[in-house]
Antibody, heavy 120, light 107 residues
């Protein structure tokens, strides 16, 4: 069955960096676009970034542009999010998500989420 | 940027009742809309995609309709496990966006 397992979250000071990872299994990872979506405490969902199946295309929300970098390693079935210059408003649960069909940007499988806390 | 507005913010209903949730888009998004269900402490679950197609394993009591700017999610008869927060999401244009959510509470 499809599994997405995030790791790499934790407490970081404002201005610091974190690298999130998402280990995928149960599907042909290299066939699907993938995305990161976050949820601030008690708030709604916010799309952060997506990456195409071959890494040819990436896109970012304005809140992430210039600070976050999405990447993937199809040989390792892994998705990454490098987060730099972190701010308090980046605090939340970060989900990796698989698109429903190849490049269709609806998300049918989500990881359990990983908490990122940005605080001094 | 396309803004999705969900209404109402909160609904209090009883099991067995029928409920309709609304999602309005700030501009036309054709049928490029999905609905998700999220329970406390869990990741969202895809219910409906392309406005009216049920995702794999979703019970028939969930249905979606609409196109353009006005969309609805209907649950024909509420089960206890349906009390959760529901979000709509559009993929018509960048950036992808979600509605603010409708909380469905047990009355």
């Amino acid at each position: 069955q499809v599994q997405l397992v995030e790791s790499g979250g934790g407490l970081v000071k404002p201005g610091g960096s974190l690298r999130l990872s998402c280990a995928a299994s149960g599907f042909t990872f290299s066939d699907y676009f993938m995305a990161w979506i976050r949820q601030a405490p008690g708030k709604g969902l916010e799309w952060i970034s997506y990456i195409s199946s071959s890494s040819s295309y990436t896109n970012y929300a304005d809140s992430a542009k210039g600070r976050f970098t999405i990447s993937r390693d199809n040989a390792k079935n892994s998705l990454y999010l490098q987060m730099n210059s972190l701010r308090a408003e980046d605090t939340g649960v970060y989900y990796c998500a698989k698109v429903l069909v190849s490049s269709t940007l609806f998300f049918d499988y989500w990881g359990q989420g990983i908490l990122v806390t940005v605080s001094s | 940027e396309i803004v999705l507005t969900q209404s109402p913010a909160t609904l209090s209903l009883s099991p067995g009742e029928r409920v309709t949730l609304s999602c309005g888009a700030s501009q036309s998004i054709s049928n490029y809309l999905a609905w998700y269900q999220q329970k406390p402490g869990q990741a969202p679950r895809l219910l409906i995609f392309d406005a009216s197609n049920r995702a794999t394993g979703i019970p028939a009591r969930f249905s979606g309709s609409g196109s353009g700017t006005d969309f609805t999610l209907t649950i024909s008869s509420l089960e206890p496990e349906d009390f959760a927060v529901y979000y709509c999401q559009q993929r018509s244009s960048w950036p992808l966006s979600f509605g603010q959510g409708t909380r469905l509470e047990i009355k």
